[in-house]
């Protein structure tokens, strides 16, 4: 009987000794999982105290570290220079989308507005020394009355803003399909020709400004000028 006994007390020890061992075991791995968690919990706080740290040198320094606008508060202007205008610029404006014949609109511009236009679509003053020089170029093929449109409206925009420059009527010959991005790859190759442009604007030959203060002068970054069109209901 003694000897029965102990044969069930050491096989009971061994399963006890082997359970604790398992316990052990995964006790462990609990607190090797918590370690784990805590040190991932270390982490992501150090890496929100340094997204923190990035945004408050943005505040206090923003020149130095990322893209910027610069702003000009004061700007030395050359002897003759021509002077940005605002009280000349209307604001809101209704299109004339009346149909008309070329000739009707040289003599509204030339005649009656009394527009500085030469010959190949520019515009500059020989008064002074004007903004940087501005290449329109636009894609044309059977366009002839929203060609005839966009001149009446857009040239004297063009004057309010006091700009200096010039307009690039490039038309795609032949029947094949219209290809507007090659169209305008040959009228900015086309314009080295004539001039040195500072900034150059694609516009399409149906859009029309209804603000002047809308700016086609340089800027500092590309800018979308049409960001709303009645075509959409400006949304």
Known sequence: LIRKLRVEFM????????????????????????????FMKN???????????????YQI??????????????????????????????GEIIANITKMELKDVEHH?????KLQIYSGGVNYKKYCQSKPKVAILIPYRNRRVQLNTFL?????????????????VVEHAGTKMF???LIYNVGFNLSFKYD??????FHDIDLISENDQNMYDCQQSPAHLSVAIDKFNYM
């Open 152 to 168: 009446f409206n857009m040239h004297p925009i063009f004057n309010r803003q006091n700009l200096n420059y010039r307009i690039f």
């Open 61 to 90: 320094f923003p020149s130095k570290v990322g893209t910027r606008y610069d702003i000009l508060l004061s700007q030395p202007k050359a002897k003759n220079s021509c002077v940005k205008n605002t009280e000349i610029l209307i």
């Open 179 to 181: 290809n507007k991005g």
């Open 11 to 38: 096989s009971k020890k061994r399963m006890f000794t082997k359970y604790f061992h398992k316990l052990a075991y995964l006790m462990k791995k609990i607190c090797s999982l918590n370690s784990a968690i805590f």
């Open 43 to 57: 982490r992501i706080t150090r890496f929100i105290m340094f997204l923190l740290c990035l945004i408050l040198c």
């Open 196 to 201: 040195h442009f500072d900034c150059y604007i």
């Open 109 to 113: 511009l030339l005649v009656i507005k």
